[in-house]
């Protein structure tokens, strides 16, 4: 039960896009359309951004997007606005029945 | 409103127990997976156990496995996660989750505001 590797840090100015990737196996993330992304700004819940690799809950914004090719998945945010910066978690379904969480990336809006 | 309420963190000596509770309000509870999930200070965010919509199924990190052991009660509509043989590396702030759908594979749609743990002597 390694856990998926995403960067440490990202940045981004006001209105620009950014992509935070988040690596697996064959085992987790590319044998499964089972990814999802998490925001979590410090001292409040974490918040389910995307599920099932692309799709968006309701009342969550369309400037996020998901996406995956082979054992890499990617978060997307479009118009960074000030409010994005949080720290974004993925997280897998993986062969051994269990899920995974990546490390965490501290997103940064300068 | 759809709601999850943890209690029962607390300060506890290494190779203690502790039992936590997640009572769950605004949705029906029987219907989907739950799941717990931590923190520990300063770290990221660490899945630990999920049991089905049924309770019939269980599945835990290896980290808990053979120490914790995660149960619901559909009449109280309430999750809970015992925790044996606790350890300094079990501090941290749990959370519990509704799972997307029945299954346990999928995402943690609703969260609680957690519960802190430590250990220590």
């Known amino acids: 039960q390694s856990a998926l590797t995403q960067p440490a840090s990202v940045s981004g100015s006001p209105g620009q896009s950014i992509t935070i990737s988040c690596t697996g196996t064959?085992?987790?993330?590319?044998?499964?359309?089972?990814v999802s992304w998490y925001q979590h700004h410090p001292g409040k819940a974490p918040k389910l951004m995307i599920y099932?690799?692309?799709n968006r809950p309701s009342g969550v914004s369309n400037r996020f997007s998901g996406s995956k090719s082979g054992n890499t998945a990617s978060l997307t945010i479009s118009g960074l606005q000030t409010e994005d910066e949080a720290d974004y978690y993925c997280s897998s379904y993986t062969r051994s029945t269990t899920l995974v969480f990546g490390g965490g990336t501290k997103l940064t809006v300068l | 409103e759809v709601q999850l309420l943890e209690s029962g963190g607390g300060l506890v000596q290494p190779g203690g127990s502790l039992r936590l509770s997640c009572a769950a309000s605004?949705?029906?509870?029987?219907?989907?997976?739950m799941s717990w999930v931590r923190q520990a200070p300063g770290k990221g965010l660490e899945w630990v156990s999920c049991i089905t919509d049924s309770g019939g199924s269980t599945y835990s990190a290896d980290s808990v496995k053979g120490r914790f052991i995660i149960s619901r009660d559909k009449s109280k509509k309430t999750l809970y996660l015992q925790m044996n043989s606790l350890r300094a590396e079990d501090t941290a702030l749990y959370y519990c989750?509704?799972?997307?759908?029945?299954?346990?594979?999928?995402?943690?749609?609703?969260w609680g505001q957690g519960t802190m743990v430590t250990v220590s002597s």
């Open positions: 099932d690799v692309s």
């Open positions: 989750a509704k799972m997307v759908g029945t299954g346990t594979g999928r995402a943690f749609d609703i």
């Open positions: 605004g949705f029906t509870f029987s219907s989907y997976a």
């Open positions: 064959s085992s987790d993330v590319g044998g499964y359309n089972y």
